[in-house]
């Protein structure tokens, strides 16, 4: 039996592998249309998939561009790119071979909730990937959390009952990628921005 399953994103018109082990955000709280969020509450790890408006900087500099935008939009008291990458078509066969697509592994420092104080502040290894769709002028922005060190005194703390290997984490994000595939390109003349 499969560890992932399939999902429906965006109606349909995005469709990936993620781990059984998440859950839908959205089946409790309220997400932005233009994102998708999944959650595994016991070792507080998310996948995060937006759209977005294409930023106005070279491919080469899409993913730390929208890594160094996670950090400051987590108010990241640190931050630091591990490795910066554009991945291979063979890596994200699903795509249109038009799509350039960019990969970041950074750390930050950060609080959930945004707790205030440095003994509330978790190691999260932040793992970004931008599918960019020129003819469209999109960016898809595809994003792991995967917490390294939970602070004693954070809220993530009494949450989470299970640890998890950062190579896990990395594996489990490059199968979504390479599961990634859009079904349906109309989804991108209609969205708004």
């Given at each position: 039996?499969?560890?992932?399953?399939?999902?429906?994103?965006?109606?349909?018109?995005?469709?990936?592998?993620?781990?059984?082990?998440?859950?839908?955000a959205?089946?409790?709280?309220?997400?932005?249309?233009?994102?998708e969020?999944f959650?595994?509450?016991?070792?507080?790890?998310?996948?995060?998939?937006?759209?977005?408006?294409?930023?106005?900087?070279?491919?080469?500099?899409?993913?730390?561009?929208?890594?160094?935008?996670?950090?400051?939009?987590?108010?990241a008291?640190?931050?630091?790119?591990?490795?910066?990458?554009?991945?291979p078509d063979?890596?994200?066969?699903?795509?249109?071979?038009?799509?350039?697509?960019?990969?970041?592994?950074?750390?930050?420092?950060?609080?959930?909730?945004?707790?205030?104080?440095?003994?509330?502040?978790?190691?999260?290894?932040?793992?970004?990937?931008?599918?960019?769709?020129?003819?469209?002028?999109?960016?898809?922005v595809?994003?792991?959390?995967?917490?390294?060190?939970?602070?004693?005194?954070?809220s993530?703390?009494?949450?989470?009952?299970a640890e998890?290997?950062?190579?896990?984490?990395?594996?489990?994000?490059?199968?979504?990628?390479h599961?990634?595939?859009?079904t349906?390109?109309?989804?991108?003349?209609?969205?708004?921005?």
């Amino acid at each position: 039996m499969s560890q992932y399953y399939e999902m429906k994103l965006y109606g349909g018109k995005i469709e990936c592998e993620i781990p059984k082990s998440f859950e839908n955000a959205s089946t409790y709280r309220n997400i932005p249309d233009h994102q998708e969020v999944f959650v595994e509450d016991d070792t507080d790890q998310s996948i995060i998939v937006e759209i977005l408006e294409k930023v106005n900087v070279p491919d080469s500099e899409s993913a730390k561009f929208h890594f160094e935008q996670l950090a400051e939009d987590n108010e990241a008291s640190s931050f630091a790119i591990l490795s910066d990458d554009p991945i291979p078509d063979e890596n994200v066969p699903e795509l249109p071979s038009t799509t350039v697509c960019h990969m970041v592994t950074g750390k930050q420092m950060i609080s959930k909730f945004r707790e205030k104080g440095a003994d509330k502040e978790n190691y999260v290894l932040v793992y970004v990937a931008v599918l960019r769709l020129h003819e469209f002028h999109v960016d898809i922005v595809v994003s792991m959390n995967h917490p390294v060190i939970i602070a004693p005194n954070s809220s993530s703390s009494r949450n989470m009952t299970a640890e998890t290997d950062p190579k896990t984490s990395l594996a489990t994000f490059k199968h979504l990628l390479h599961t990634f595939r859009i079904t349906d390109l109309g989804l991108f003349g209609n969205f708004s921005y």
